[in-house]
């Protein structure tokens, strides 16, 4: 992520467990800086300003941490390419 974006803050709406599960879900805040990303290399570092919600799921057993993750990369792109 610090190739692609800078000045990075995250803003956390919501933290939650139940079980073995930890749910957070967030924004993120950053400049685009650089195509870090395999799906932003094709594109010029444009210096906007971005954010993107993510939601994190984590489930932890023993030794063991799983993720999961939905993030709005569209609503990047979008930023991104905005005119």
Known sequence: M???FAERSVEVHCVAAEGDRVMIWLTVHATDV???FPW???R???G???AWKQVHIF??????IEHWA???????LE????A
């Open 40 to 42: 932003l290399q094709a």
């Open 2 to 4: 610090e190739q692609s």
């Open 59 to 64: 489930r932890l057993t023993g030794d063991t």
């Open 34 to 36: 650089g195509g870090g």
């Open 70 to 76: 939905v993030c709005d990369d569209l609503r990047v």
């Open 48 to 50: 906007r300003r971005v």
């Open 79 to 82: 930023a991104i390419d905005a």
């Open 44 to 46: 010029p570092a444009s």
